[in-house]
């Protein structure tokens, strides 16, 4: 039997059910409903890898096809720009009508279309991204469609990123129907304020993508589990979804593990759980933790090691203390992790990781 597995660890796929993301799809879906030109009309998701933000701009996408939206989603990189204008022509064709007359219409072809989304030879060739993106909102706003573009993994090094943004801005002052949701990681939005020409994206409303609250996974868990035919208990339901601490990627790894365990109807016990959550624990290591320390410099590295040590959260004093390192050298190595998004201050002169199962993966790192 070929259906689709309810559990499915890995990244860029729409889960189950999104779990826990009400709020910030109706932020989302606010913005895309202010008026034109609205600040809240360009949105950036800001999260760690894992923490369901390509989950969250698919849901979004569907989410404004119900308030006349037309949507394009690419990843950031030096092609995008031509992928956006083809997927925005293949999304609002059907709204377009074309003109009956059986002579090719002279009037559209002047408009620069010949038919449809699709544009004359002429316009094609001699028009740029800004004017064509322009041209498909004006013919959209005819049929009483907007325009919706979905950028996932925003990075500013991307020339065709900053194209885009400035592209963007011109149209919204030209009073064009559009509205855009970027999602990046940390380290890449926090890149934007060296860019000076990416000022709007800096006005863009900034909505983090952090864990799920651990309650919703256990309402789900309770029912998911019985659906993927996971036989246990209510308080291995909820011990798994403590486990998970609200962690996303982790979320589907353990009821991925979990299913795989009580294949041929063996019962889940506290034993086969722990086993779950050691295998999801490697896998989180190799996908999520390793990237995610990779471009950190070794003093860095030792800060979060530091951090590692601590079960909650850290006193700075403390780990001064703990480090032999002045005040001064301490504030800069929680500057730059800040911004990287993996720790952050839960109260004053205290920090924590952001994802709480990477202090296991440091602390194994030295064993
Ligand atoms: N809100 C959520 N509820 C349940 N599963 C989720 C949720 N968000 C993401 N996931 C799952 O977690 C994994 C990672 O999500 P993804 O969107 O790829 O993360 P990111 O883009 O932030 O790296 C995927 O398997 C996805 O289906
Ligand atoms: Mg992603």
Redo the contacts with the bound molecule.
């Keep these: 039997m070929l259906t689709k597995p309810i559990f499915r660890p890995s990244?860029?796929n729409r889960p189950d059910q999104l779990i826990g993301r009400d709020d910030v799809l109706e932020k989302v879906t606010d913005g895309l409903q202010s008026y034109r030109g609205s600040a809240e009309r360009a949105t950036l998701l800001v999260g760690q890898r894992g923490m369901g933000?390509?989950a969250l701009l698919l849901e979004i996408g569907d989410k404004a096809a119900a308030i006349d939206y037309v949507t394009a989603r690419v990843t950031c990189n030096e092609s995008m720009l031509e992928n956006l204008i083809e997927l925005l022509q293949r999304a609002g064709e059907k709204f377009i009508k074309n003109p009956t007359s059986s002579i090719k219409g002279f009037s559209a072809g002047a408009l620069g279309f010949s038919f449809g989304l699709t544009f004359t030879e002429e316009a094609q060739r001699s028009f740029g991204f800004r004017v064509k993106l322009e041209m498909i909102c004006e013919k959209l706003a005819e049929a009483g469609k907007r325009v919706l573009i979905l950028v996932?993994?925003v990075s500013p090094s991307v020339a065709q990123m900053r194209e885009l943004a400035s592209a963007y801005q011109e149209l919204v002052g030209n009073e064009a129907d559009i509205s855009i949701v970027m999602?990046g990681l940390p380290s890449a939005i926090s890149d934007i304020l060296n860019y000076k020409t990416l000022t709007f994206l800096n006005r863009a409303q900034r909505i983090p993508v952090g864990l799920l609250p651990v309650s919703e996974v256990e309402l789900y868990y309770s029912t998911a589990f019985s659906r993927a035919g996971i036989n246990t208990t209510a308080a291995i339901v909820k011990q798994a979804a403590i486990y998970t601490k609200g962690f996303p990627y982790l979320v589907q790894l353990i009821g991925y593990y979990l299913s795989k365990l009580s294949e041929g109807g063996k019962t889940v016990d506290a034993s086969a759980l722990a086993q779950a959550e050691r295998l999801a624990a490697e896998e989180i290591d190799s996908k999520v933790f390793q990237a995610m320390i990779n471009p950190l410099s070794d003093k860095d590295l030792d800060f979060l090691k530091a951090i590692a040590q601590d079960s909650g959260a850290s006193n700075m004093t403390v780990l001064e203390k703990r480090m032999g390192i002045t005040h001064g050298t301490a504030q800069t190595y929680r500057k730059r992790l800040i911004d990287a998004g993996i720790i952050f201050s839960p109260r004053r002169g205290e920090v924590a990781l952001v994802i709480p199962q990477l202090a296991s993966y440091l602390r194994r790192m030295n064993e």
Excluded: P, Q, Y
Aim: charged residues 45%; aromatic residues 14%.
């Design positions: 990244f860029g933000k390509t996932d993994e999602a």
